[in-house]
């Protein structure tokens, strides 16, 4: 029940933040409002990491962001291989918060038998970047999932 309710949360606020930040974006360059952002920030190379699970006690990977650093990201390395009748699981490797300046969201993905993925996820409100980094796959249904959680809520 916790878990749903924050993700209701976290699936609805990003946007209104968005908005927010973008209606005093408007006013001028140079009235540019401090940057009050708080990402996680920290590098994971096992998936039982502390960092790719924030799940656990992760106030000590809290970081405020300075300057034009205005985005949370969270990019997330893995592979899979394949021989010609199978391919295996997807298995991360590494696993990077932090905040950013710039941050393109998906997926490069390169080689043949051996694939390697890089995938990047980009949000802009405090402490958005918790997640395991593979949501970009469904980014564009989150508007409708948030409602989902929404009712669920309600009726549970
Ligand atoms: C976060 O980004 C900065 C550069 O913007 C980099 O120097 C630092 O190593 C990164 N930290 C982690 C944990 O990836
Ligand atoms: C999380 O860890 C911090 C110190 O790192 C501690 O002060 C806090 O009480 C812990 N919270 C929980 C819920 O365990
Ligand atoms: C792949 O499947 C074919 C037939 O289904 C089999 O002959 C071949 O040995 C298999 N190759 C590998 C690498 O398992």
Known sequence: MRLVLA???????????DLLRDSV????????????????????EQPDDKCADLRQNSSS???KCLNEKRICMVKRFSYTTSTENST???TMWALERNCTKNCEPGCIVIGERTKLYSCTSCCASSLCNYGSGTQTLITANSGISALFLLVYVMLS
């Open 25 to 44: 974006h408007v006013t001028s360059a140079a009235a540019r409002p401090n940057n009050e952002l708080w990402c996680y920030k920290c590098r994971a």
């Open 7 to 17: 993700l209701a949360l976290t699936f609805l606020t990003p946007g209104r933040s």
């Open 88 to 90: 295996t699981a997807l």
């Open 61 to 63: 990977l809290i970081h």
